[in-house]
């Protein structure tokens, strides 16, 4: 048996869920589907899929193996359709932060597949730093500085801000806070990729060292639309991106704080694998979507500069 064509299948099973619903994808028959999988268990050594009459799920062995298999045929199309010169075509996978992901780069992608018929795209929208490699993944949407590394990587923003919000209500019944130090004095609501137990902020005037606010989070979440509400909700004080809160903060459901104890606003870029960048689905990508990002997180930027901010003693 082809190799390829059993790590095609078995991918099939995976992104569908089950024998039948790759069978029906690569208009197979269910029998073929299965052989294909045995095939790959057996020169494996190892179970790839726990099955029963009801589910199937990845063993560990086929979690491991899954996104090699996805790497594996992506590096293969994208090597035959370089070399033929053929227009783009296949399954691009892209990441991206859950808001960011929904609210700037899913109509970007809308507006991309419309004009490309031949493509398709798996959009993960994760609160986590995704492996590349590991995961298949063609191109990343990432907010911050970038460690070195060799991924390649295109600016599209550059004015990301890190703000400190709480509801109004709340501010008022607590303590002022006029510095970062006086968030000791206050509940938080930590968003895990934020700073789980401490915040970083930028020297005092005069200082050298950044200042670190360390606390126990009253409330700890892994959402950025859980910790907003929650901030919202008057359960205590936030930090997340300034395009999280931006709508909260100009209806008066939130209030940025220590405006002027800010980080230095930080950058977005796109990022890819070495070499990626030829293949025709992803160069395609690239040229339609840069132009596009940047005008979107310029804009972004342009709304949070305008965001009103409080001083809480006042």
Known sequence: ???????????????????????????????????????????????????????????????????????????????????????????????????????????????????????SVRLLLLDRQVS???EGIDLALRVGELP???????????????????????????PPIARPGDLSDHDIVAMSHFGEDRWLFPPAAGGASPRTVIFAPRVLVTSVRAAAASAEAGLGV??????????????????????????????VHLVGRPGRAAAPKVRAFLDFAVPRLRAAFADLAAEARALPSVDAAS
């Open 238 to 267: 936030t930090r997340l991106y300034s395009y999280h809160v931006a709508e909260q903060v100009r209806r008066g459901a939130l209030r940025i704080v220590l405006a002027d104890d800010e980080p230095d606003p930080m950058p």
């Open 132 to 134: 590349l490699v590991d």
């Open 148 to 174: 070195a590394s060799s991924l390649v990587a295109v600016r599209v923003g550059a004015d990301v801000r890190r703000v400190v919000v709480a509801a109004p209500d709340y501010l008022g019944d607590r």
């Open 1 to 119: 048996m082809d190799r390829l064509d059993a790590m095609k299948v078995f991918v099939a099973a995976v992104d569908a869920g089950s024998l039948a619903g790759a069978a029906r994808t690569l208009k197979r028959s269910p029998a073929s589907i299965s052989r294909a999988i045995a095939y790959l268990e057996t020169h494996l050594g190892a179970p790839l899929l726990h099955r029963t009459t009801r589910t199937m799920r990845l063993t560990d062995a086929g979690e491991r193996y899954a996104p090699v298999c996805r790497h594996v045929l992506s590096e293969l199309q994208d090597a035959e359709d370089l070399a033929g010169g053929v227009a783009p075509r296949g399954v691009l996978t892209l990441s991206a932060p859950p808001i960011s992901g929904e609210e700037i780069l899913r109509p970007i992608v809308d507006a991309f597949l419309r004009l490309q018929p031949a493509v």
